[in-house]
């Protein structure tokens, strides 16, 4: 089992940032990519960003909508993985999720309880 905790959502004004944290514990070591979700009220759950976990180079997506805004890292001897997100927009308001998934084929099996992120205009 892996254990996953976000941290640093808040409020914010628009064009502002915030980095999230994720922090695994538990069997990190069995980690294959991590990702970001976000779910707006009302929404579906929806892609972020994803990394790969391990490896000297990290592997990376965006989706289209962050794209040159949010930037995604790992400190593998922190177990833990970042989001950057900059020019925060309105539209960013939602609660952030990270998932890990053990398999390049595998689901997103282990999630975290998600922090809230409310940009203001």
């Known amino acids: 089992q892996v254990q996953l905790v976000e941290s640093g959502g808040g409020v914010v004004q628009a064009g502002g940032s915030l980095r999230l944290s994720c922090t695994a514990s538990g069997r990190a070591a069995s980690i294959y990519r991590m990702g970001w979700f976000r779910q707006a009220p009302g929404q579906e759950r929806e892609v972020v960003s994803g990394i790969s976990w391990s490896g000297s180079s990290s592997s990376t997506t965006y989706a289209d909508f962050v794209k040159g805004r949010f930037t995604i890292s790992r400190d593998n001897a922190k177990n833990t993985v970042y989001l950057q997100m900059n020019s925060l927009k309105p539209e960013d308001t939602a609660v952030y999720y990270c998932?890990?998934?053990?398999?390049?084929?595998?689901?997103?099996?282990?999630w975290g309880q998600g922090t809230q992120v409310t940009v203001s205009s």
């Open positions: 998932a890990a998934k053990p398999s390049l084929v595998a689901r997103y099996d282990f």
